[in-house]
């Protein structure tokens, strides 16, 4: 030990300098990590102060129902630039403050291990020949033996601890289940109304415009009035014209992709393709019904009685216009099921206009009864809206073409479409009733 001694103290003073001439003295560093943590914590501060105040921004722009002022702008693109500029000092100042870290830790490890140096002699590994003698080494340091504290600590410091890291080739990277994609591809409007084939690109649609005439010969019809001369008028009929409109979408996939790609990337493509073409034509559906609503919106109603007597006075308008033939369908938006939902209970007394809705089922598709009358949820339709609507008074055509594919040799690609053609037409206007808040 006595030999060690020199080299311990020239060890010693080697660091002691290394650490005085990096300017790393223990008070400095403490000091100049509390000047760094404070300006770290001045600039979060400004950047929250700066994030703040654009989210104000947009929000008072936002409630008002308007974009934002060339003033606004200017003042969120200087918030913005103050922030990055923010953000990069903060990425210095935290790797400055790593490194001074690593530094402080470095220098504590020399200086322990030199005090371990000063107070040990023998150097090597503690080996215990038995499972005894290492439960005696336990049971000594249990009692406070700093000796065997020591030769244990340095006993298990010495182990290899191996972890997955450590076997990253023999570890597997699973993936688990199918492709998460929360899309809504129900057609509720289409379902209920139900479509009709499409063979043309323009075709037409007889409607009468004007019936023939019967009424009593005469003024009466009686015998007074034989051989005086019946009414006469003359059937019209005129014809809608419809026209296909065609929806559709690719996208060109690599080989290498559908070949390597577990789930496979081509169903997964073409699936969110026809849900893609689903949801578009229900918009289009849902469209052509609110293409009729009024000028002045008329709301369906602040409660139940006000709900089901809209509903009943739209229904005999709708009756008046189609006489009776068709099926009503009442069709809402997501947020009107939302308002209409709680005021039927889905408990009610025998004198119920409705079975009540449940919670537990929203969703797309019919959700219940007013009066008889389905109801439908489409997010197809805008928001705060419902259509009352004939099926009689709306047709839908449509012809799906499917999914279309082609090879591309020079890219080793594959080209992937989905198409169709759909057309929604009202043959009554008066057959379908919107309402709106």
Same mark, same amino acid.
């Given at each position: ?82 922030? @990055?500029?923010? @953000? ?9 403050? *790593? ?8 220098? *504590?490890?020399?200086? =322990? ?26 049971? =000594? ?24 890291? *450590? ?102 493509? #073409? ?129 799906? #073409? ?36």
């Amino acid at each position: 030990m006595q030999r060690l001694k020199p080299i311990i103290e020239r060890v010693g003073w080697f660091f002691f300098g290394l650490t005085v001439r990096a300017g790393l003295r223990p008070i400095e560093i403490r000091d100049r990590e509390n000047h760094t943590d404070a300006m770290i914590a001045r600039l979060e501060k400004e950047i929250e102060e700066r994030d703040a105040f654009i989210q104000g921004t947009v929000a008072n722009a936002q409630d008002a129902e308007r974009d934002l002022a060339d003033s606004e702008t200017e003042l969120v693109g200087e918030a913005r630039k103050r922030i @990055e500029a923010c @953000e990069e000092q903060l990425g210095h100042l935290h790797e400055a403050r *790593d490194r001074t870290a690593k530094a402080r830790k470095r220098a *504590d490890d020399v200086q =322990r291990e030199l005090s371990r140096m000063r107070t040990e002699v023998d150097h090597g590994e503690p080996e215990y020949r038995s499972a005894g003698a290492y439960i005696v080494e336990a049971y =000594r340091a249990h009692m406070g033996n700093t000796d065997a504290k020591t030769r244990l600590e340095m006993f298990f410091r010495a182990a290899d601890h191996q972890t997955t890291g *450590d076997n990253s080739g023999v570890v597997p990277d699973p993936i688990v289940g199918s492709v998460i994609n929360f899309i809504d591809a129900a057609r509720p409007i289409v379902s209920a109304t139900g479509v009709q084939p499409m063979t043309d690109a323009i075709w037409h649609r007889p409607k009468v415009t004007q019936r023939t005439s019967v009424a009593p010969q005469g003024a009466a019809g009686g015998a007074g009035d034989e051989k005086t001369e019946l009414v006469s008028q003359a059937m019209v009929i005129e014809r809608l014209t419809a026209e296909a409109t065609t929806y559709g979408g690719y996208v060109n996939v690599s080989r290498q992709n559908m070949d390597f790609s577990r789930p496979q990337i081509f169903d997964t493509v #073409v699936n969110d393709l026809a849900a893609q073409y689903a949801i578009q034509t229900e918009a289009a559906a849902a469209a052509a019904l609110e293409a009729l609503a009024p000028g002045t919106p008329v709301p369906l109603g602040a409660d139940a009685a006000a709900i089901t007597a809209n509903v009943w006075s739209a229904a005999s308008t709708i009756y008046a216009a189609v006489a009776g033939q068709g099926r009503l369908v009442l069709a809402v938006s997501p947020d009107k099921l939302g308002d209409v939902g709680p005021l039927f209970a889905p408990v009610n007394p025998r004198d119920t206009q409705s079975e009540g809705f449940t919670a537990g089922q929203f969703g797309q598709g019919q959700m219940g009864t007013i009066s008889g009358i389905p109801v439908v949820m489409s997010a197809g339709l805008s928001a705060d809206t419902a259509a009352l609507f004939s099926t009689a008074a709306f047709e839908l055509f449509e012809q799906r #073409v499917g999914t279309l594919q082609v090879t591309e040799p020079s890219v080793l690609g594959v080209q992937v479409a989905y198409a169709g053609y759909f057309t929604p037409l009202i043959l009554e206007d008066e057959g379908v009733s919107v309402f709106v808040g």
